[in-house]
C-alpha cells in the first residue's frame, strides 16, 4: 500500500546550524505533501506545507522543497533555536478523500 | 479563535472496560477527524466527519469502537470494551472543508492507557 518513509529517526544538530529533514512517498497521485510540528503533550502543529504544482516553499527560518519526479520531499530549517526542539511529521495526501500517509516522525534535538 | 478541545487530557482503565473520548472542534469547522498514534510513531485516521456524516470509517475497527458526531459539531469516540493494544493517544482534528480540506487543526489528545 501507500507509505511516507521519514529520514533520520532523530537529529540532533548545534543551536544556530542547519537541519534538514527528508521523506519519500509512494503514491503517484499524491498533490499535497505538509510538515507538522508535534511538542510533548500537544497535538501535532502544521508549519508549513506544498503543493505539487510548487517545487520550494519557504517561511522565515522553515523552507519545504518537492521533487515529485523523484517522490522526494524535505524540511529545511535554519538558524535553528532551542524552540525547534519537537518531533516532526511529514505527510503526503492519499486519493481524493483528503486523507493523509504519515511518515514516522524525527525527534529533532537543538543542542545548546 | 479557540482551538480544538479534548477531554479527558488522560484516562487509565482497566482492559475489558469501556471508555470515551469527547471532541470540540473549531467553530464552523465542518470536517472533524479521529486519530490514534502510538508511541514512536505517526498519527493513524480511524475516521472522518464531514458534517455529520461518516464519510470515510474504513480504518475503524468497527467490532469495539464506535463514533458519533451529533449535529455535526461535537463528538464522541467510544471503545469497549479496551483492550491492551488500545494504548495510545487519541487525538482529534478538525478543517474547513470549503476553505482547505487538508488544513487540520489537531487538538491535545487523550492519552488513555489500558491495564
Known amino acids: 500500500g501507500e507509505n511516507v518513509e521519514q529520514h533520520p529517526s532523530t537529529l540532533s544538530v548545534q543551536e544556530g546550524d542547519s537541519a534538514v529533514i527528508k521523506c519519500t512517498y509512494s503514491d503517484s497521485a499524491s498533490n499535497y505533501f505538509p510538515w507538522y510540528k508535534q511538542e510533548l503533550g500537544k497535538g501535532p502543529q502544521l508549519i508549513i506545507d506544498?503543493?505539487?504544482n510548487v517545487g520550494e516553499k519557504k517561511d522565515q527560518r522553515i523552507a519545504v522543497t518537492l521533487n515529485k519526479t523523484a517522490k522526494h520531499f524535505s524540511l529545511h530549517i535554519t538558524e535553528t533555536q532551542p524552540e525547534d526542539s519537537a518531533v516532526y511529521f511529514c505527510?503526503?495526501?492519499?486519493?481524493?478523500?483528503?486523507?493523509?500517509?504519515w511518515g514516522a516522525g524525527t525527534k529533532l534535538i537543538i543542542k545548546p | 479563535e479557540a482551538g480544538v478541545v479534548q477531554s479527558p487530557r488522560y484516562k487509565i482503565i482497566e482492559k475489558k472496560q469501556p471508555v470515551a473520548f469527547w471532541c470540540n472542534p473549531i467553530s464552523g469547522h465542518n470536517t472533524l477527524y479521529w486519530y490514534r498514534q502510538n508511541l514512536g510513531q505517526g498519527p493513524e485516521l480511524l475516521i472522518r466527519?464531514?458534517?455529520?456524516?461518516?464519510?470515510?470509517d474504513s480504518q475503524l475497527p468497527k467490532d469495539r469502537f464506535s463514533a458519533e458526531r451529533l449535529k455535526g459539531v461535537d463528538s464522541t469516540l467510544k471503545i469497549q470494551p479496551a483492550e491492551l493494544g488500545d494504548s495510545a493517544v487519541y487525538l482529534c482534528?478538525?478543517?474547513?472543508?470549503?476553505?482547505?480540506?487538508?488544513?487540520?487543526?489537531f487538538g491535545p489528545g487523550t492519552r488513555l492507557t489500558v491495564t
Open positions: 506544498i503543493r505539487s
Open positions: 505527510a503526503a495526501s492519499k486519493g481524493s478523500n483528503y486523507q493523509l500517509i
Open positions: 466527519y464531514e458534517n455529520e456524516e461518516a464519510v470515510d
Open positions: 482534528a478538525s478543517s474547513l472543508l470549503k476553505r482547505d480540506p487538508y488544513e487540520q487543526y
